[in-house]
């Protein structure tokens, strides 16, 4: 049984790693090269190699060389846990803008961003539109003399008040939501999606519309643009033909735009430096990784990755619901398919094929949120049970199923189990309003409300029996 875990980065995947190995009574130490935090972690700290022991293939142990304030050390782990991410080297393609040699203005990478003050009275260029572009976008706006969004493909923008002013994640996120989009053709959630996010402001006429809507790209949450559009403080544009010394000229747009300021927000790659290739190799913006934790291959499952995938979701209980996982495989209480098995769904998610079923996923990483994590929870006996908790519990059912997806609820059962999950789920709503009921206001009862409950309750029934059908 593993008992001395490394964890290499104390982001959140790697806070949650150390919270799960103390839960199952292990030994963590995590090491990270910044300062940002203090404690009983050895900061300031590089990982500079992570090797098998000699007599790997029957200890399953680890060697890591570290190096602090110059001086180079080595330990051995039982496991280790690589919890670094996928931000973790700036991507800069600067072939890809030709003439960016010979701008004279100032250029650099969205990473390097700190404050919108470098931006007073200039003209700026944002080149991606992602969350951190149009954010940037956004806060310069507000002090540059012009600001241009440059984006090859579009994107949807939501806003983080969503339908009636509750939280989007919260809406979008329930397993009723979830049950039908995944039930429905592609070209019909394709649709659904676009109609959706139209209900707050027309894409095409604000020139954000994707142009491929058959995959889902990443959404863009940003509750400002649309506003910075339409009062002329933010342009969008498309993107880049060639950069000049003091000027940008936009594909199929021949005038030439005048740019003081150009910021990179062109995404990271990730690489593990640390581990050799025959241990995790990086190919096409992913690895070889089954179900994107553990790597196939290894005679001894003690090698396990937290963190490298994109959900439709946040990020935060993914990654402590990869740890809960992780962790009881390295401590042998679970076990993983023999590896041809593993290797097999490996190659398969590689592949990427579409089931032309539900939302389809464009790039590596990207995963079904809720559908990902209960297949994990499966694994320790952690997923909510619906059909029992309608016979035993039909409120707490019916608020799991058309409610907010929130980690309360991997909380339910299992290992880890916590005995204020249900009140914590029922009560919610309560929480997140608490704040903007400054006002109390009388609520009128609804002579609809008893025939919706009842709608909903069979609407459950029907869901839950397509599930166990």
């Given at each position: 049984?593993?008992?001395r875990v490394a964890i290499v980065g104390a982001g959140v995947s790697?806070?949650?790693?150390?919270?799960?190995?103390?839960?199952?009574?292990?030994?963590?130490?995590?090491?990270?090269?910044?300062?940002?935090?203090?404690?009983?972690?050895?900061?300031?700290?590089?990982?500079?190699?992570?090797?098998?022991?000699?007599?790997?293939?029957?200890?399953?142990?680890?060697?890591?060389?570290?190096?602090?304030?110059?001086?180079?050390?080595?330990?051995?782990?039982?496991?280790?846990?690589?919890?670094?991410?996928?931000?973790?080297?700036?991507?800069?393609?600067?072939?890809?803008?030709?003439?960016?040699?010979?701008?004279?203005?100032?250029?650099?990478?969205?990473?390097?961003?700190?404050?919108?003050?470098?931006?007073?009275?200039?003209?700026?260029?944002?080149?991606?539109?992602?969350?951190?572009?149009?954010?940037?976008?956004?806060?310069?706006?507000?002090?540059?003399?012009?600001?241009?969004?440059?984006?090859?493909?579009?994107?949807?923008?939501?806003?983080?008040?969503?339908?009636?002013?509750?939280?989007?994640?919260?809406?979008?996120?329930?397993?009723?939501?979830?049950?039908?989009?995944?039930?429905?053709?592609?070209?019909?959630?394709?649709?659904?999606?676009?109609?959706?996010?139209?209900?707050?402001?027309?894409?095409?006429?604000?020139?954000?519309?994707?142009?491929?809507?058959?995959?889902?790209?990443?959404?863009?949450?940003?509750?400002?643009?649309?506003?910075?559009?339409?009062?002329?403080?933010?342009?969008?544009?498309?993107?880049?033909?060639?950069?000049?010394?003091?000027?940008?000229?936009?594909?199929?747009?021949?005038?030439?735009?005048?740019?003081?300021?150009?910021?990179?927000?062109?995404?990271?790659?990730?690489?593990?430096?640390?581990?050799?290739?025959?241990?995790?190799?990086?190919?096409?913006?992913?690895?070889?990784?089954?179900?994107?934790?553990?790597?196939?291959?290894?005679?001894?499952?003690?090698?396990?990755?937290?963190?490298?995938?994109?959900?439709?979701?946040?990020?935060?209980?993914?990654?402590?619901?990869?740890?809960?996982?992780?962790?009881?495989?390295?401590?042998?209480?679970?076990?993983?398919?023999?590896?041809?098995?593993?290797?097999?769904?490996?190659?398969?998610?590689?592949?990427?094929?579409?089931?032309?079923?539900?939302?389809?996923?464009?790039?590596?990483?990207?995963?079904?949120?809720?559908?990902?994590?209960?297949?994990?929870?499966?694994?320790?006996?952690?997923?909510?049970?619906?059909?029992?908790?309608?016979?035993?519990?039909?409120?707490?059912?019916?608020?799991?199923?058309?409610?907010?997806?929130?980690?309360?609820?991997?909380?339910?059962?299992?290992?880890?189990?916590?005995?204020?999950?249900?009140?914590?789920?029922?009560?919610?709503?309560?929480?997140?309003?608490?704040?903007?009921?400054?006002?109390?206001?009388?609520?009128?009862?609804?002579?609809?409300?008893?025939?919706?409950?009842?709608?909903?309750?069979?609407?459950?029934?029907?869901?839950?029996?397509?599930?166990?059908?």
């Amino acid at each position: 049984m593993a008992r001395r875990v490394a964890i290499v980065g104390a982001g959140v995947s790697g806070l949650a790693s150390v919270k799960c190995c103390l839960e199952e009574g292990l030994e963590p130490t995590c090491f990270e090269r910044s300062d940002d935090l203090g404690g009983l972690w050895r900061f300031t700290t590089k990982v500079c190699s992570i090797t098998k022991c000699p007599d790997f293939t029957v200890s399953g142990q680890w060697e890591v060389v570290t190096l602090h304030e110059g001086k180079h050390e080595s330990a051995i782990f039982d496991a280790i846990m690589v919890c670094t991410g996928f931000l973790t080297d700036p991507y800069l393609p600067l072939d890809s803008f030709p003439g960016i040699n010979a701008f004279k203005g100032q250029y650099f990478h969205s990473r390097q961003y700190k404050h919108p003050d470098i931006f007073k009275d200039k003209r700026v260029l944002v080149v991606g539109m992602g969350n951190s572009g149009t954010d940037i976008a956004v806060e310069a706006s507000h002090l540059a003399k012009k600001v241009f969004l440059s984006t090859t493909g579009g994107a949807w923008v939501l806003s983080r008040v969503f339908d009636s002013g509750y939280p989007w994640d919260m809406v979008f996120m329930t397993r009723f939501q979830n049950l039908l989009r995944n039930s429905l053709p592609t070209p019909i959630v394709t649709w659904w999606i676009a109609r959706k996010m139209d209900n707050r402001f027309s894409h095409a006429n604000y020139g954000l519309i994707p142009e491929d809507r058959t995959q889902l790209k990443e959404f863009v949450l940003n509750d400002e643009l649309p506003g910075r559009i339409i009062t002329g403080k933010v342009f969008i544009r498309p993107s880049i033909k060639e950069v000049k010394e003091n000027s940008v000229i936009f594909n199929n747009t021949p005038k030439e735009e005048p740019i003081d300021i150009i910021v990179f927000a062109t995404g990271y790659t990730f690489a593990f430096p640390f581990l050799d290739e025959s241990v995790v190799k990086v190919e096409d913006g992913q690895a070889s990784l089954y179900k994107y934790i553990f790597p196939a291959h290894l005679q001894k499952p003690t090698l396990a990755v937290i963190g490298l995938i994109k959900p439709l979701g946040s990020m935060i209980p993914t990654g402590e619901t990869q740890a809960r996982w992780a962790i009881r495989v390295l401590k042998g209480v679970n076990k993983l398919p023999p590896p041809n098995v593993m290797i097999e769904e490996v190659n398969a998610r590689k592949e990427n094929k579409p089931s032309w079923f539900g939302l389809c996923y464009c790039k590596a990483l990207q995963s079904d949120y809720i559908t990902y994590i209960d297949e994990l929870l499966t694994y320790i006996n952690a997923k909510p049970n619906l059909f029992s908790m309608l016979l035993t519990d039909p409120r707490l059912a019916l608020t799991v199923f058309f409610g907010p997806c929130s980690p309360y609820q991997f909380r339910l059962t299992g290992p880890g189990k916590w005995e204020g999950a249900r009140n914590a789920i029922m009560t919610q709503w309560d929480r997140t309003f608490k704040v903007t009921k400054s006002r109390i206001v009388q609520d009128s009862p609804s002579p609809l409300e008893s025939l919706l409950k009842f709608f909903s309750f069979l609407a459950l029934l029907i869901a839950v029996f397509l599930i166990f059908l």
